[in-house]
Every structure is written in structure tokens, then in C-alpha cells.
């Protein structure tokens, strides 16, 4: 039994081509004000034709391992939180061992839409404190334009792609005080009674083919407020933590007004407070690995720096990662 999961590598990646709000209102009938003010968003990246959700998780995936100084072979478990996977089978974490030519250990995906890298995260830390594997990647890796009613402006404009990564170790060295480096405790939820505020149907027992994102937007909005108010105080209880030992909240980029609302919850500062709606909009499973990294990348993030992550999602799915870097 290890005592304490570590993270010792990050990365993400993006696709190139940018969609900016003023592009997207030529083509429905929306505008950069709406945008920006109702959520934040001021572009995103949208993956090319033929690119997909395993292409940008092994970016990542490799900006991961390269910063962590390690070979894919050194891994011995990926899970890929994703609602957008290239198949229906195999997963797109078998696709991506397959890419990164690793022969060894276990690949899975995880369906928690935007609450996947929370739930990855999760089970990755079981399986390492349990002794399952040592090495994991966890990836969020999203294309949902490919999911999008390009003619539904209460949906398409805030939805982005891409895919964030990291690298997380068993380590049986540390500590139990919440001062010892990696993830401290995560808390997972969901409540199916909501499936229907937030769905994309369609698939093999159904209709066969996918179909598009419909989102009840203001009753998700509500949840989403009160469940992520609800569980980061959840996470700070279970660490005997407060609001004010946090040095930053990398929360899921779904909405700034909805950021904005747990910040003031929490009466944490606005520069505690990773943001990257604005370049990459709501990227599901994506939008925590994604802003981590930028944080990192740019030096805001140090080491023994505490951080608290949460989510909220389709299904309905939330959570929260408490870690110490
Ligand atoms: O990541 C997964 C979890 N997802 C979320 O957390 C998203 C939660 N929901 C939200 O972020 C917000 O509800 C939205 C950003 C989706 C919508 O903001 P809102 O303030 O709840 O707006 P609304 O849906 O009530 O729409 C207000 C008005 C409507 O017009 P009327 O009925 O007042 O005349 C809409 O038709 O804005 C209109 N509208 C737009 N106008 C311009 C909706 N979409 C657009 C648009 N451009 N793109």
C-alpha cells in the first residue's frame, strides 16, 4: 500500500485552428457582447477534419511524459476521461497505448463528460494507493465541436477542443499530513434523476449514430452553483483545511459567472483563480489537465503550492481533487 498519489509531469495540447466569437456570429445569430458577458468565452481551438480526441491525448500525453522524464513503457495504467472518443470500441485510451506503443499495463476510459479528469484522477489514485499500478497517465481529451448543433447558438459558442495530461506516481515515501506532496482526498458525485438537463443522444442500443449536445443551460447553471459550493467545502473538511490555505482553484471552465460564484463562496481572491475560459472555452474533461498546465507552464503553480480542482457535468457528475504540488 502506497501512502500518497504524486504528480510528476504534466502537459497539454491544442489544436491550431482558432474560432474567435466574431467568426462564429457570422455563421449563427449570436455576438462577441453575448459571449463574453454571459460566460466569458472569447475563442477556442477547434480540432482540423481528421484530427482526433486520441491525436490531441497523445500530444498531451507526450508533452506529459516529456516533462515528467519518462518513456511510455514507464507507464502501467491510462485512463482517458472523455465523452467524445474516437469509437464506440475499442477505447480511446487502448487507441492512444496503441500510439504511444506501449505493450504493458491497462487502458480505459472514463464517461463523466466534464467531471471526467476529476473522476480519472479518482480511480487512478485508488488503483496507485492500492498497490493495482505505479505509474498512471490521466487524460482529458475532448473534440466536442463533433457533438455540437452548429445552428443552436444557446450551445455551439461554449464548446471548445483539446486535451490536458498528467502523470501521477505511487509513493510509498510520503507522509499522511496534508503538507506531503499529491492528491490529498477526491470526492466524486452524480445524480442520474438530472440526466436530462444535459445529454447527447444517440449510440449503439439507441439510435445508432451520436447526435448533438442539448443543454437545459440556466437548471444546470443552478446545480452547478450549489453542488461545486458543496463539494469543495466538502474537500476542505475532509483535510482540515480552509478557504484561505488554498493557493489555487483550477476549476472546470464551464462558465466565468459560475467561477466567479464559487470564488466569492470561498471569499478567495480573484488571483487565486486559474482562468481560461476566455482562450479555450468549455472543453469537458479537457478544461482542468488544460489550465493546470498553463498554470504550471507560466510558473504560477510551485511546488508545495495547495490546489483545490472541481467540476460539474453531464449526467449529473461533479467533484473535487484536493492536492498538494
Ligand atoms: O460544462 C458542463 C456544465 N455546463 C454548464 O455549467 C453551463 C451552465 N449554463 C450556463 O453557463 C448558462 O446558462 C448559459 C451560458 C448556457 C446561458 O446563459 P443564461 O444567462 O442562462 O442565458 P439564457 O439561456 O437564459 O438565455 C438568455 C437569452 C435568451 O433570449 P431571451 O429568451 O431572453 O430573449 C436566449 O435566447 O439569451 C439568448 N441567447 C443568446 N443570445 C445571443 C442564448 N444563446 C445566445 C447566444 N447569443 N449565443
Known sequence: MSLRTRFIGCGSYLPENIVTNQELAKSVDTSDEWITARTGIKRRHIAAEGEYTSDLARQ????????????????D???????????????????????????????????????????GLSVADSMLRGGTAKTALVVGAETMSRILDW?????CVLFGDGAGAVILRADNGADESNEAPGILSTHIHSDG???DLLYCAGGPSTTGNAGVLKMMGKDVYKHAVTNLANVVVEALEANQLN???????VPHQANRRIIDSTVKKLGLAEDKVVMTIADHANTSAASIPLALDV???????????????????????????MVRW
Open 60 to 75: 498531451a500525453a507526450v508533452a506529459a511524459l516529456d516533462s515528467a522524464g519518462l518513456k511510455p513503457n514507464d507507464l
Open 77 to 119: 495504467l491510462i485512463i482517458v476521461g472523455t465523452t467524445t472518443p474516437d469509437e464506440v470500441f475499442p477505447a480511446t485510451a487502448v487507441t492512444l497505448q496503441g500510439q504511444l506503443g506501449l505493450t504493458g499495463g491497462a487502458a480505459f476510459d472514463i464517461q463523466a463528460v466534464c467531471s471526467g479528469f476529476i473522476y
Open 151 to 155: 445552428e443552436d447558438r444557446s450551445t
Open 193 to 195: 434523476n438530472l440526466r
Open 243 to 249: 478557504p484561505e490555505d488554498i493557493d489555487w482553484l
Open 295 to 321: 498554470a504550471i507552464t507560466d510558473g504560477r503553480i510551485k511546488n508545495g503550492d495547495l490546489i483545490l480542482m472541481e467540476a460539474m457535468g453531464g449526467g449529473l457528475t461533479w467533484g473535487a481533487a
